[in-house]
Every structure is written in C-alpha cells, then in structure tokens.
C-alpha cells in the first residue's frame, strides 16, 4: 500500500514593519495655522503618554497624513487630520489604520480603536479621555507589555477521513458493503456519512482543545473565534506578554510537529484587538 504523503506546516505572518520614527514632541503650531481644526481627526489608539509625541506622516489618506497625540493627565489618543467623512474599509485604509498602530505599539502598550473612529475636534478628542478616563488607564494597565496574535488551524479533511476509515472497523465495513453495492447502500451510505461526520467532530474538538491547552502556559488569555470555510478547524487568538514572545514561538512550531495532516498559520505581534472593549460614550462625528 502506497504511503500516504503526510503534511504538518507552520507558518507566521508577520506584521509589515513601517520605517521607524522616533517620537518627539509635538511642535508649536505656528501663527494663524489653525486651519487643521477645521478637518476631522482620526483616533488610531489609546496609549500612556504625559507630553506631545509625533510618529511622522505615516497615517491614514491619499497621502500620509502625519500622525500625533492628544494629552489628558497621562493618556493620549493617537490621531491625524482627515476629512469628516465616513471611512470605506477598503484594503488601503484598514492596511493605514493598522500600520499606525503596530508603529506606536513597538514603543507604547496600546488600546486600538475600532477602523474609522473620526471625531471632529481636538476638545471632542479630550473629552473622550476626560470621560473614559479610568476605563483607559484600567485597560492600559491590564495589557501592559502584552501582544496578540492570531492562530488558525486547517486539516486535508480528505486525509482526515482516510485515517478515520483506517481506525474505525465501523466505518471499514460500511465503506466495503457500499464498494460491493451488497445490501442497502442507500442505508449503508446515509450511516457512514453520519458516522464520518460524528469522527471529524470528534477529533477536531479534541485536537482544539490540545492546541488550547498546551498554549496555555505562554499565553495570559485566548479567544476563540468562529472558524472559515470547511478546512478550518480552528480560529482564534491569544493574548501574551511580550517577554513570551519567543516562547509562545517556540510553542506553536512544536505542537505543529506533533500533528499531520494540520497546516498552522500564525499572525502577530497585533494590538489587542480581540481583548479590549470600550464602548464609547462620547458621540462621533457624523
């Protein structure tokens, strides 16, 4: 019997690094230019700060627009000049919003903002950090130094059912009757369709929550997410200190030697963005 070819992959995708800017602070407008008060501002993310930083024209529009920070007692939002208007999240405008903030979190723990978060003036922008001042600073202190990432599992469900039918004598037999067209095979094809069905289950569970578990101890909290299309088995994310970068690494690779026929994708470092949730009490702009 010809050997069948075994697949175990893991693969990390990670984050495109924009040029680094340094932070500085933010210079004085000059006479008369206040002109930008009159443009909307786009929120990026939360982060702690207790002078005016500048991250450089890396921010969201046909353009870069320059990005910089918003002040109150510690906090900052991250944000840049826009037109008021109604963000399509196209693949450029996410890719912008996502680029600002995995710029700011190589130097700052951050809370990101949900894509298209538009205000329409500096004193909306402080009131926002007035008024959700203790939710930010609770958030910030909980996600101090602590990353995200994002893992998804798929299987070859074909070789899966051809390990299922070499260990199940159930499902053997009913796959010979139906292959010798003796008996009901209508009856023999409905059981053995419900029979895979139920071991495909089966198994996924039980090799998800291995996968959980044994990422348990380099990570500080996970999320599962549904998962996409037929070959998915898993999607979720987990959230680790950064110091465990490496070894939540490491980790990953060795559970996707364990496992044939599984293809491991992994994304990261990513702000939180599964692990914050801050509803917003101050109106955005329209």
């Not at 939002?77 to 399509?88: L, M, Q, W």
């Not at 298209?116 to 130094?145: N, P, Q």
């Not at 070959?231 to 559970?255: C, H, P, T, Y």
Request: proline share 5%.
């Amino acid at each position: 019997m010809a050997k069948t070819q075994k697949t175990k992959s893991v693969t990390r995708v990670r984050p495109a690094r924009p040029v680094k800017v340094e932070p500085r602070p933010t210079r004085p407008a000059p006479a008369g230019a206040r002109g930008s008060e009159s443009r909307g501002k786009y929120v990026y993310c939360i982060i702690r700060a207790s002078r005016p930083l500048e991250f450089g024209p890396i921010g969201i529009g046909a353009e870069p627009a320059a990005v910089q920070t918003v002040n109150h007692e510690g906090i900052a939002a991250v944000f840049s000049d826009t037109p008021v208007e109604i963000f399509d999240a196209t693949r450029e405008n996410v890719l912008a919003h996502e680029r600002v903030n995995e710029a700011v979190m190589r130097e700052h723990t951050v809370i990101p903002m949900s894509f298209g978060t538009v205000f329409k003036t500096r004193d909306d922008i402080v009131e926002l950090l007035r008024g959700a001042h203790a939710a930010f600073s609770d958030v910030l202190f909980k996600m101090e130094d602590k990353l995200e990432f994002g893992l998804k599992v798929l299987w070859d469900r074909d070789l899966i059912i051809q390990e299922i039918e070499r260990e199940d004598e159930d499902i053997q037999r009913l796959k010979k009757e139906i292959s010798s067209q003796k008996g009901s095979t209508y009856f023999a094809r409905m059981q053995y369709g419900r029979l895979v069905d139920a071991a495909l289950q089966a198994r996924s569970e039980r090799r998800v929550a291995d996968i959980f578990e044994q990422l348990r101890s380099v990570s500080v909290a996970s999320r599962a997410n549904k998962p996409i299309g037929d070959k998915m088995i898993m999607n979720a994310a987990f959230l680790v200190a950064r110091s465990q970068e490496g070894a939540f690494d490491a980790k990953v690779k060795k559970i996707g030697s364990q496992y044939e026929n599984m293809t491991f994708k992994y994304t990261g470092p990513w702000p939180p963005y599964n692990f914050v949730n801050i509803r917003l009490k101050l109106e955005r702009a329209k």
